[in-house]
């Protein structure tokens, strides 16, 4: 028998990744109980990876870096040209200068300065900035008495908020939420949405070298680890581009249990833990990435029963590790275990999840807060997921409540 056995199994036909992330229980139990914890998959039409959905093994790849590496110009695909330049999988899979992209010491050098940004952080000052935002987002819609809290609430939380944090002024983050908006619409604009985004960090970069401040892109330019303007504005892409779409995920899914649950509804009213209760729940259920790109073996490997090949792709089912019953009994995330997977393990895992969890958590709160007899206006099992086999964002969350003006502090 000739070729890897990623390339024999996926000869006979195998499930495309979306399936994953439209239909996640039946996709995942169909690939567990056909091939065991780690599955082949079809990234597009004749290229194929890994999808890794046991426990142990995400582990494994996400920590052993000496076999399992982050950079994508290992892998034998792209090598090959099997995947176009032009793929569709490029803007998540291809090989990235900065510090999602490197591994090793290249990687730490690249990761500390983030590390330090980060945990530089407010926390108490964060909450009050995401109050006053989501008070302000809320009060353009609590007169109309409906709307859609996706678009017109958790699409624009994560962006306002990081362009606090990176030191934009209250119009610029709306550029910023503007721009980003056209630039990942892939459409006529996508062009323009680059060049505003690009001029709006260039300006950003100009204005904190002149006058330094106390917000995350003063502290990125004096860090000794890196070396130039250049480096800086990646580290701030990374920034922006890794906080928003797992923010509006996280948070309108909150919302959807808040709305749609029973439990959660109820609940809700009492305060701040219900809110944690939610973003428990949607962590280890339907995180933000279900599945995430990517590791490429450095050497032939056994995993998870399967023979992995030097230069094959490994994609992380984040998701689907939660129902791993080898690592957790079912419903375990309600009984104060954290171990899910929705932040990655290893040297590559979610710097930012604590900042992450306080704007979430403010969000979701204030919505439930401002909002308080909204209600969900369609069938919830109809609302559906935008495509895309990496993230789940609903299509929308459409509700009505009474009109009331709310006063914007
Ligand atoms: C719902 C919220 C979030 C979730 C679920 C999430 C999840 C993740 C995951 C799974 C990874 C790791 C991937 C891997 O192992 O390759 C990651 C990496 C990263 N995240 Fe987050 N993230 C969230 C929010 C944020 C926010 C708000 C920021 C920044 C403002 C951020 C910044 C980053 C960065 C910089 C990395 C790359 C780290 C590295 O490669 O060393 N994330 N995130």
Not at 12 to 20: F, H, I, W
Not at 46 to 54: E, I, P, R, S, T
Not at 218 to 247: F, I, K, M, W
Not at 263 to 284: N, P, T, Y
Request: hydrophobic share 40%.
């Amino acid at each position: 028998m000739t070729g890897t056995e990623l390339e024999r199994l996926a000869a006979s036909g195998v499930l495309p990744l979306d399936a994953t992330t439209a239909d996640p229980d039946g996709a995942f139990e169909r690939l567990w109980r056909g091939y065991g914890p780690v599955a082949p998959v079809e990234l597009q039409p004749g290229v194929h990876a890994w999808l890794v959905m046991g426990y142990d093994e995400l582990r494994t790849i996400t920590r052993e870096e000496h076999l399992f590496s982050r950079d994508a110009r290992q892998w034998r695909s792209f090598q090959d040209g099997t995947v176009p330049p032009d793929s569709p999988l490029g803007p998540m899979m291809f090989f990235r200068d900065n510090v999602i992209g490197h591994d090793g010491e290249e990687h730490r050098r690249l990761r500390r300065p983030l590390q330090d940004a980060i945990g530089g952080i407010d926390h108490r000052r964060l909450r009050r900035t995401v109050e006053r935002l989501c008070t302000g987002l809320i009060a353009e819609i609590a007169p109309r008495g409906e709307a859609d809290l996706v678009r017109d609430y958790a699409a624009a939380v994560p962006l306002l908020t990081i362009g606090d944090l990176i030191g934009l002024d209250a119009a610029q983050s709306a550029e910023l939420l503007e721009a980003t908006h056209l630039l990942f619409s892939s459409g006529e604009r996508a062009q323009e949405g680059n060049a505003r985004f690009e001029a709006l960090l260039f300006g950003l970069l100009a204005a904190k070298t002149a006058a330094p401040g106390d917000d995350m892109t003063s502290v990125l330019l004096r860090h000794p680890d890196l070396r130039s303007d250049a480096e800086v504005l990646q580290t701030l892409v990374v920034l922006v581009s890794a906080g928003n779409h797992t923010l509006i995920s996280w948070i309108s899914q909150s919302l959807r249990i808040v709305l749609t649950d029973p439990r959660f509804a109820s609940r809700m009213r009492g305060g701040r833990l219900s809110v944690d209760d939610a973003l428990d729940e949607v962590l280890a259920r339907q995180p933000p990435m279900i599945n995430m790109p990517a590791r490429y073996a450095l050497a032939d490997v056994e995993l998870g029963g399967r023979r992995v090949a030097r230069g094959d792709a490994l994609i992380l089912g984040l998701a689907a590790a939660s129902r791993d019953t080898r690592a957790h009994t079912p419903g375990w995330w309600t009984h104060g275990n954290h171990a899910s997977m929705a932040w990655s393990a290893g040297p590559h895992a979610c710097p930012a999840r604590d900042p992450a969890r306080t704007i979430a958590r403010t969000a979701v709160a204030a919505a439930g807060h401002l909002l308080r007899d909204a209600r969900i206006t369609v069938d919830p099992d109809a609302i559906g997921s935008e495509p895309s086999p990496w993230t789940r964002i609903p299509r929308g969350l459409p509700v009505a409540f009474t009109p009331a003006p709310i006063a914007v502090p």
